[in-house]
């Protein structure tokens, strides 16, 4: 359901549900899985999900409840699902203002997974209506909060490096930023924002260590196979299927924990069944095809 927060309407779905927030890319149609920003009730929710230190607890003391999001390590055991993360080893946490977006987190109990409630490559809504307009045809529930008071997205902030990055600019600006632990990374964020809008870029996105080969239609004893569809070929090491139904839902729900659960020494390389091309099944070739790319040096593309 969509619901309005500080800064624009978020489309949400409980962060912990794989085929909740795979629904998510489905619904705005994304060509991409891009990681999410999960939201929580407050630090203490946070806790538990994430990797703290302690300039990520200043920020936290500083700007929460509000409009800053905070990239941290996953924690050990994170219990939200390896979508709202794009595969990734870290992930984008926020405590918001807005106080329907603070009844709902008190009533899910849950943390809750919300990209911008528009369609891929339309611009951020702040009102219901915005919502409507885009995602009428997509969603059941919108909560009509009103118009949003900030009207822009949250600042971005990674802050698993010493010194934090700012990844998006948005409603805390540098300045705040800066005034409160000191000067950032000294990058033009034009710069963060393309890498941004093509995350495979991101050195947070993960790639398997095994090769990986794309549109298989046979396999070999010593590949694992990540199969496709109620016809799984037969003879590989280790077998996973992302969706036994062909159910690109499914499929999407299991990819990067399945990619990761094959990624093992013992084998050589890991085939992929092919998985078709509309619906989410692009955003799930657009990966794959990624993970299959030669790999680079240069640890920023992966
Ligand atoms: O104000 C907001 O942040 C709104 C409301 C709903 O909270 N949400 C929002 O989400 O704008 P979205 O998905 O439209 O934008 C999330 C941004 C993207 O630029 C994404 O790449 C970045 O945050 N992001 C999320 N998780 C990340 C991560 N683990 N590492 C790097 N960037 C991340
Ligand atoms: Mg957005």
């Known amino acids: 359901m969509a619901f309005p927060t500080e800064t624009v309407y978020g489309l949400g779905a409980v962060a912990t549900n794989d085929r909740a927030v795979a629904a ?4 705005k149609a994304r060509p991409r899985f891009n990681p999410l920003i999960v939201h929580v009730r407050d630090r203490a929710a946070a806790g538990a999900l994430a990797v703290w230190n302690e300039v990520a607890e200043r920020l936290a003391t500083r700007f929460w409840p509000g409009p800053l999001s905070l990239v941290l390590p996953r924690a050990e055991g994170c219990p939200l699902s390896l979508l709202v993360s794009a595969g990734g080893d870290t992930v984008a946490l926020r405590a918001p203002a807005h106080p329907v977006a603070h009844a709902l987190l008190e ?5 809750v997974a919300a990209p911008s409630a528009n369609p891929a490559g339309r611009i951020s809504p702040t009102t219901a209506d915005h919502v409507l307009d885009g995602l009428g045809e997509q969603i059941e529930i919108v909560v009509d909060g009103g118009s949003c008071p900030i009207g822009l997205e949250s600042t971005v902030l990674d802050v698993t ?25 000294p990058e033009p964020a034009q710069t963060h924002d393309r890498d941004l809008r093509s995350p495979g870029r991101l050195r947070s996105h993960y790639a398997p260590s ?26 590989a090491a280790q077998t996973l299927n992302l969706s036994p139904p062909g159910d690109l839902v499914e499929a999407a729900a299991n990819l990067f924990a399945m990619l ?15 998985v078709p091309g509309h619906g989410l099944g692009a955003a799930i070739r657009d990966r794959l095809e990624r993970a299959a790319a030669p790999r680079s040096p240069d640890p920023h593309e992966p």
């Open 24 to 27: 998510i890319f489905a619904a």
């Open 161 to 185: 490096t010493e010194r934090p990055r700012l990844l998006r600019p948005g409603a805390v600006t540098r300045e705040d930023l800066e005034a409160t632990i000191g000067p950032l990374t």
């Open 260 to 274: 990761r659960a094959l990624d093992r020494p013992e084998h050589r390389a890991i085939a992929v069944m092919p």
């Open 210 to 235: 095994l090769s990986v080969r794309l549109d298989a239609t046979s396999v070999a004893q010593d590949e694992a196979l990540l199969a496709f569809g109620d016809r799984p070929l037969h003879g």
């Open 107 to 111: 009533a899910t109990v849950l943390p």
